[in-house]
């Protein structure tokens, strides 16, 4: 049980938190207005240069393979529907860490696709 | 400074695209990994033959090159987008993955799962109908 505890942390924390850890790298690079393939290469590799890339894929990493961890020792009809808790984090770690304006409209959509998210792993669970 | 119609626009266009590339990127990796079969064990010969066989096949490759069209969009597009905005925007592939299951692997989808993928778009709609970036540059 502390083990699955443990697991579900890393999915949800980790993952989302590597997410926008990449986000914020992103921003500081600024925003992309040449979409050639050379130039969104240039954009990607002044990316990588930065100490946030590394910080989040190192945690998506992590995330990642708690999820597989999770998945050898947990239904997936349990695992899948509690993954969507991870929209709801991103959306408040956006808000708290990132400096976004999440209102109530985004904060309504959030809810609503979480609540979709559950109903699709139900689904395809049965 | 781009216009909020403009910035709309090409936000959900690389929405579009990840959420098209991504299911089909798992659904070739899957593919190509039934392919070449199960993980033998841990003998260095036997884990030789099926890293070989996996990066010689080309449907993994194809899949493994459609996953970083995603990654690569999915970055391009948070470089000026709401995290808070791509993250709940990104769902929309539940859709696409019950579209691929029902008509072109002719799966049977069950009416909870159209109904959990409706609530999604919904969302979805409510989110895209915020203003994709709200932070200053």
């Given at each position: 049980m502390l083990t699955q505890a443990f697991l579900y942390f890393l999915i949800v924390v980790p993952g989302t938190a590597g997410e926008m850890c990449m986000s914020h790298a992103m921003k500081r690079i600024g925003e992309v207005t040449d979409f050639r393939p050379h130039a969104i290469a240039r954009v990607i590799g002044r990316a990588m240069k930065t100490g946030w890339f590394w910080i989040g894929i190192t945690m998506m990493a992590s995330g990642f393979f708690a999820l597989l961890g999770m998945l050898s020792v947990a239904k997936v009809s349990f695992v899948f529907p509690a993954t969507a808790l991870s929209y709801a984090v991103g959306t408040l770690g956006g808000k708290l860490f990132l400096g976004e304006r999440v209102g109530r409209q985004r904060w309504f959509g959030v809810v609503i696709v979480c609540i979709g998210v559950i109903l699709v792993a139900l689904g395809k669970s049965q | 400074m781009t216009s909020s119609s403009g910035l709309h626009l090409k936000t959900i266009a690389l929405i579009v695209v990840m959420v098209s590339v991504a299911p089909l990127g798992d659904t070739f990796l899957g593919k190509g990994m039934k392919q070449i079969g199960?993980?033998?064990?841990?003998k260095p010969a036997e884990m030789f033959h099926f890293f070989y066989r996996a990066f010689t096949s080309a449907t993994i490759w194809t899949g493994i090159g459609l996953l970083l069209t995603f990654l690569v969009a999915y970055l391009v597009v948070l470089s000026w987008a709401d995290y808070s905005y791509v993250l709940p925007a990104s769902s929309i592939s539940t859709l696409v993955v019950a579209l691929l299951a029902r008509f072109v692997l002719h799966e049977t989808v069950r009416p909870l799962r159209w109904a959990g993928v409706a609530m999604v778009c919904l969302g979805v709609f409510t989110v895209g109908n915020t203003h994709p970036r709200t932070t200053e540059h």
């Open positions: - | 199960a993980f033998p064990g841990w």
